[in-house]
């Protein structure tokens, strides 16, 4: 067998193990309960258990872990030993179903959003039959959701499962008005594709900044950053590809489909993509691949940077969600096949979309927010913070004529003609792609491209699981009654078109006059965190989830809690990093240098040499009114940051720090970036972006 077959899924207790190792009506009945969301019997879970465990201690695995996603962002674990004492002295190798069904991690130190008490602190962990467990480091890791002693979840795996649920039972009222009556589930489908910064760790481990915030608060623009496009595509560098080997490595063995690689468009930027798989299998596996990155990168002496803007002068990094809904048959529904002017299904699903993201376009603005990603949408290297719907000329032209009536003529295709006779000619698609554009339709699937690269896809699909399964709703209500189908699925896409065309744009995104297009349309545009967080709990919102069973308000209100109170704690670690940095490097590194440069030229004067050195003269001089700026600059932000941490309610907390705290760090890192520049290099205490960009040469 080819080593890579081998190798792939050899640490994942995945669905050809549980047949080899489940007595047959276990499996089956497992099965079930995955593919049709029936309840798991303790029998089976007893069972599964003592498969699973053998399979691990097989493995090397020593430990078991309930592995879960609390508010945080990143994964949580807490690793018991299969271990079990007798009473000779001796031990056993123990696991229960109800040790694999049900973990207790205390609840009182992750982020509630005021859900909950800091002194209750009972929380449990339940296992996720739908996502396979995996061992890790020796330990038994199984998926699991997270909730409350009271059940207020906890978690974003909860809310997820509970919006694949909803489309799942809207898409089928749809299709079965279409006599799809085989297809028994309609499963959302991910692909996401991950950037990453890569740089040598002993550049990383001298700057503070890098360390304690994940960014660059100073540096100043490199010599060469990404002007040539040199970097894009372009060849691995060894030590790069020795990592991106080893990681493959690692993903395969867990189960993880890590299919593309490449060089992305800033130097020392890379980008990593897998195949599609379901939406919550796919969180899973862009949570344990951020992990192992970093992992592996530890290996080969690099540290993998996730931030969305870890170096200011050259682009940042996200994250491309391309979203799509599939039957258990096999069919796309957002495939428009040969003749999509007369795909039916494929307008309706089509139409649901676009309704969707212009009546929620707040809430997926929403799901992408975050301290890290408002440093991209709108810095033309990502969407803007505007969402718009992509959809090309050809589908355009079709629903222009479903809302005008008018019978589509189709465009023949082209072919793209290479002029070199060696060359064959192929076929032309019948869109071109917009790498502005936030929410694009790409063929098959949506690509939603406004997520930051740390942020978890789990918020951003719950939104469009929702907010889709939503729309369904209302259009299954007004098919299902009508009297004459094809007449009331006619009326209805037309109308759709008509009432939400407003969304659809296909042209620069990153042009100005889109702006100004796109405020004549009513559309949203929050350009911060500060500014989108606080319609989480618009009354529409609440109704949203309440009436699609998501979220209650409480639930809501807390997420919203969590999203400002990250944004404020990230903000108010960095502007305590800059002074520090300020004060105890920075200033002294300047004052030191004039104080050289000052000696220098006294002794020159006393000797006669420098009575006419302008160019000393005139250095000294702006080093002196650029140090005695920087150290009004840090006054300033000093004095700000201490109101600002004294600020009362996270929503004010946020505008403040909107308003003044990011304003003078903005202003203290410009004058910092200006002495860069002027300052010896002996001197100067950071390494500078060209050290960091270029670090990893071989």
Known sequence: MNRITELFGSMSFNDAVMRERLPKEIYESLRKTIDEGLDLDLTVANAVA?????????????????????????????????????????????????????????????????????????????????????????????????????????????????????????????????????????????????EYFLIDKDVYNKRKDLILTGRTLFGNKPPKGQELDDHYFGAIKPRVMAFMKELNEELWKVGIYAKTEHNEAAPAQHELAPVFTTTNIATDHNQLTMEIMKRVAQKHHMVCLLHEKPFKCVNGSGKHNNWSLSTNTGVNLFHPGKRPAENKLFLLFLCAVLKAVDEHQDLLRISVASAGNDHRLGANEAPPAIVSVYLGQQLTEILDSLENGSDYVATKTAKVETGVHVLADFKKDTADRNRTSPFAFTGNKFEFRMLGSTLSIAGPNIILNTITADVLSEFADKLEGASDFDSALSDLLRTTVHDHKRIIFNGNNYSREWIELAAQRGLVNWPTTADAAPHYTDPKNVALFERQKIFTKAELESR???????????????????????????????????????????????TGIGSKDKAATGLIKQLTELGNELAQNIAALDEIYHAFSATCGNMQKAAYCRDKLIPAMDELRTTADALEEIVDARHWPLPTYTDLLFSVDS
């Not at 807490?78 to 973990?103: C, R, T, W, Y």
């Not at 960095?574 to 002794?603: C, G, K, Q």
């Open 50 to 194: 003592e498969a699973m465990k053998d399979w691990a201690i097989e493995k090397g695995a020593t430990h078991y872990t309930h592995w879960f996603q609390p508010m945080t962002g990143v994964t949580a674990e807490k690793h018991d030993s299969f271990l079990a004492p007798q009473g000779d002295g001796n031990v056993i190798m123990e696991f229960s179903g109800k040790e694999l069904i049900k973990g207790e991690p205390d609840a009182s130190s992750f982020p509630s959003g005021g859900l909950r008490a800091t002194f209750e602190a009972r929380g449990y962990t339940t296992w996720d039959p739908t996502s396979y467990a995996f061992i890790k480091d020796d330990s038994l890791c199984i998926p699991t959701v997270f909730c409350s002693y009271s059940g207020q979840v906890l978690d974003k795996k909860t809310p997820l499962l509970r919006s694949m649920e909803r489309i799942n039972e809207q898409a089928l009222r749809i299709l079965r008005l279409f006599g799809m009556n085989d297809v028994t589930h309609v499963a959302s489908t991910v692909g996401a594709e991950q």
């Open 560 to 606: 919203q809690d969590i999203l400002l109170e990250h944004y404020n704690n990230v903000y108010s670690i960095e502007a305590a990093t800059m002074l520090e940095m300020a004060h105890r490097d920075i200033l002294p590194a300047v004052f030191a240098y004039n104080r050289e440069l000052s000696e220098l030229m006294m002794w020159k004067v006393q």
